[in-house]
């Protein structure tokens, strides 16, 4: 007999369409691909027979939620009510010397969450002192990612001050990371 699944987004049942030889069975893979986060609930319909005279229905439910990632300072206790975001701060590190620290992102979500770092846009003529050669990556189901970022002065008696902003799959939030670092 010939069949044909009728379904709504973000799910698609694969395959999509064919044909079932006599006492035979097919394994039919479901995709949920949402792009918005909530609880999705539709009725998937196969339509089957020669001229698909006959219809049979399953209630297909999943839960999307938007990734959430948590931004901070190994060894930051957070009780300095006034700051925003989480601050990383290198202290006085000498001349053409290079210190390197690190921030942990923590996925708070049951499912893998990928992310992106990107550094907060400044002028084209300031001075970059600080690096990150982490673009990108992935934090595994209700874990945890250790990135380092490094502080290289060269402008003794200079306070450096950056941003990076961590930003989940779906550019929907970022966390703002400050770091500050001065030259001696």
């Not at 394994?27 to 027979?49: D, E, S």
């Amino acid at each position: 007999t010939q069949f044909r699944w009728d379904v709504p987004e973000p799910f698609l049942l694969i395959p999509e369409s064919g044909v079932l030889d006599p006492r035979c069975q097919i394994r039919t893979k479901v995709l949920f691909q949402p792009q918005i986060a909530l609880v999705h609930n539709v009725i998937a319909t196969c339509h089957f027979g020669l001229n698909e005279e006959y219809k049979k229905s399953i209630q297909l439910t999943a839960i999307a939620k938007y990734p959430h990632l948590l931004v901070s300072v190994p060894g930051d206790t957070g009780e300095d009510a006034s700051k925003v975001g989480p601050v990383l701060q290198f202290g006085c590190i000498g001349v053409g010397m290079t210190s390197e620290k690190s921030i942990e992102i923590c996925n708070l979500s049951v499912v893998d969450a990928p992310f992106r770092i990107a550094r907060e846009k400044r002028p084209a003529h300031m001075d970059c002192h600080f690096s990150c050669d982490i673009s990108s990556g992935v934090v595994p189901a209700q874990g945890k990612l250790r990135v380092p970022l490094l502080f290289s002065p060269h402008i003794v008696g200079m306070e450096s001050v950056d941003y990076f902003h961590v930003i989940p799959a779906g550019n929907l939030t970022k966390s703002v990371l400050k770091i500050s670092g001065t030259c001696k």
